[in-house]
């Protein structure tokens, strides 16, 4: 779909109450999808960039040939990401959308697709969730229990060029003399918190979260491609 087509089918958007922020493409089963994130400037903060409640509207592009726009909601949450570059870990917010789902959508929780995709330097473009992966952390070594609320690292395994993503450095820091080339964690990782289902019941990280999932980094390396 070009971006001309994409810009003439949402043209009568009101853009003196909205900015259009972001494109994602994604696939919902067969059906790709263009999310097109729109932020009502209604609903900011006075004198502020930050929304509240951090939701935003979504135009979902559904049927290319008929033109159809549902209006859906997009949701952030807290997440903490680590940069490949070396930078200091830091919060950020991760964006899920609503999924495709059937018919029967009214008898199962709903499910929400994270987009840590947004937040990840050369990863391939158009791809959505094939571009990435992710990997359950729901215990430490030598824990008797689960968590309560386990964590999820999201992180990229396709890049624009093809070539591996850059070994990343804080990571690397991390696991010191543990660090294993072969296994080493690559580009920007994201780490999100959910309760009993990342895609269902995702939840907000804090910073307070880092040195456990710090304590998993420093002795696991990435699950692999």
Same mark, same amino acid.
């Given at each position: 779909?070009?971006?001309?087509?994409?810009?003439?089918?949402?043209? !009568?958007?009101?853009? !003196?109450?909205?900015?259009?922020?972001?494109?994602?493409?994604?696939?919902?089963?067969?059906?790709?999808?263009?999310?097109?994130?729109?932020?009502? &400037?209604?609903?900011?903060?006075?004198?502020?960039?930050?929304?509240?409640?951090?939701?935003? !509207?979504?135009?979902?592009?559904?049927?290319?040939?008929?033109?159809?726009?549902?209006?859906?909601?997009?949701?952030?949450?807290?997440? =903490?990401?680590?940069?490949?570059?070396?930078?200091?870990?830091?919060?950020?917010?991760?964006?899920?959308?609503?999924?495709?789902?059937?018919?029967?959508?009214?008898?199962?929780?709903?499910?929400?697709?994270?987009?840590?995709?947004?937040?990840? $330097?050369?990863?391939?473009?158009?791809?959505?969730?094939?571009?990435? &992966?992710?990997?359950?952390?729901?215990?430490?070594?030598?824990?008797?229990?689960?968590?309560?609320?386990?964590?999820?690292?999201?992180?990229?395994?396709?890049?624009?060029?093809?070539?591996?993503?850059?070994?990343?450095?804080?990571?690397? $820091?991390?696991?010191?003399?543990?660090?294993?080339?072969?296994?080493?964690?690559?580009?920007?990782?994201?780490?999100? &918190?959910?309760?009993? !289902?990342?895609?269902?019941?995702? =939840?907000?990280?804090?910073?307070?979260?880092?040195?456990?999932?710090?304590?998993?980094?420093?002795?696991?390396?990435?699950?692999?491609?």
């Amino acid at each position: 779909m070009s971006s001309t087509l994409l810009r003439s089918q949402i043209s !009568n958007i009101d853009r !003196n109450n909205v900015d259009l922020d972001l494109v994602v493409v994604h696939t919902c089963g067969t059906v790709d999808a263009v999310l097109v994130v729109v932020k009502d &400037k209604r609903t900011m903060k006075a004198g502020g960039s930050v929304p509240h409640p951090s939701t935003f !509207n979504l135009v979902v592009v559904t049927n290319f040939k008929s033109s159809v726009l549902v209006m859906e909601q997009i949701v952030y949450f807290d997440a =903490i990401l680590f940069p490949s570059d070396g930078r200091s870990p830091s919060l950020i917010q991760l964006m899920t959308s609503p999924m495709a789902v059937g018919h029967h959508a009214a008898h199962i929780s709903p499910t929400r697709m994270p987009h840590p995709e947004v937040h990840m $330097d050369y990863i391939a473009e158009g791809l959505g969730h094939r571009a990435w &992966k992710y990997q359950l952390v729901e215990a430490l070594d030598g824990m008797n229990r689960k968590f309560a609320n386990p964590y999820v690292i999201f992180y990229p395994v396709i890049s624009r060029d093809g070539m591996p993503f850059p070994v990343n450095k804080v990571i690397r $820091d991390i696991q010191g003399e543990n660090f294993v080339e072969e296994v080493t964690w690559r580009g920007n990782i994201v780490v999100a &918190k959910y309760r009993d !289902n990342p895609f269902t019941s995702m =939840i907000d990280a804090s910073m307070a979260d880092f040195p456990i999932v710090k304590n998993y980094l420093l002795t696991h390396g990435c699950p692999g491609m």
